[in-house]
Nanobody, 121 residues
């Protein structure tokens, strides 16, 4: 069974930091790119960051560049999203997703259930 399990969300004050984790199982993690997405209440789901399967390529939304860092540990089948200098507008449910291609045009294959991040002003 394929599983992506996010953790690390919570309540933090503006300017603070959180590190999200996405633990994967049930598929060959090393072969998959992983993306982080977020969805705020009443809004659509937006891409935040993604990382390729093996060559270290990364990409970030303009809104998080310089504040968020994505990384992966293939030995642990886990991807991390280090979020610094958090702003109230970063408040959302954060999801990770897996795809065979980097930034797949057809969308991601597997999704997690999400973890809530709330940034207070």
């Amino acid at each position: 069974e394929v599983q992506l399990v996010e953790s690390g969300g919570g309540l933090v004050q503006a300017g603070g930091s959180l590190r999200l984790s996405c633990a994967a199982s049930g598929f060959t993690f090393d072969d998959y790119s992983i993306g982080w997405f977020r969805q705020a209440p009443g809004k659509g789901r937006d891409g935040v960051s993604c990382i390729s399967s093996s060559d270290g390529r990364t990409d970030y939304a303009d809104s998080v560049k310089g504040r968020f860092t994505i990384s992966r540990d293939n030995a642990k089948s886990t991807v991390y999203l280090q979020m610094n200098s958090l702003k109230p507008e970063d408040t959302a449910t954060y999801y990770c997703a897996a795809a065979y291609a980097f930034r797949p045009p057809g969308g991601y294959d597997y999704w997690g259930q999400g973890t809530q991040v709330t940034v207070s002003s």
